[in-house]
Nanobody, 127 residues
Framework: QVTLVESGGGLVQAGGSLRLSCAAS?????????MGWFRQAPGKEREFVAA????????YYADSMKGRFTISRDNAKNTLYLQMNILNPEDTAVYFC???????????????????WGQGTQVTVSS
């Protein structure tokens, strides 16, 4: 089982940017077909943000994140990234990275499709 550790969260003003990282240890991302970012705000359900396949780099985004967020990965560093721009207070949440052994073409946004999760990193956007 891979261990995922997120970093890069913090406090940022509205309109600002943050770059989240997710480093894998133990088993590598090579054992997984797809990686994703989810977020969860207080009192809300976990929400899909973006996903990317490890081979080929096919990307998927939630509609509300398109154009603002960019998911990427560095195969050599075994690291997943999420570049977040034009942040607003509604983006405040704990952000989680996750890994799936299967590339789900249609259900990539469902949290139960992912086999491994990180502990999350807090992102707070002030107005």
């Amino acid at each position: 089982q891979v261990t995922l550790v997120e970093s890069g969260g913090g406090l940022v003003q509205a309109g600002g940017s943050l770059r989240l990282s997710c480093a894998a240890s133990g088993r590598t991302f090579n054992n997984y077909a797809m990686m994703g970012w989810f977020r969860q705000a207080p009192g809300k359900e976990r929400e899909f943000v973006a996903a990317i396949t490890w081979i080929g780099g096919i990307t998927y985004y939630a509609d509300s994140m398109k154009g603002r967020f960019t998911i990427s990965r560095d195969n050599a560093k075994n690291t997943l990234y999420l570049q977040m721009n034009i942040l607003n207070p509604e983006d405040t949440a704990v952000y989680f990275c996750a890994a799936s052994r299967i590339h789900y073409y249609y259900t990539y946004s469902e949290a139960n499709r992912y086999d491994a999760w990180g502990q999350g990193t807090q992102v707070t956007v002030s107005s």
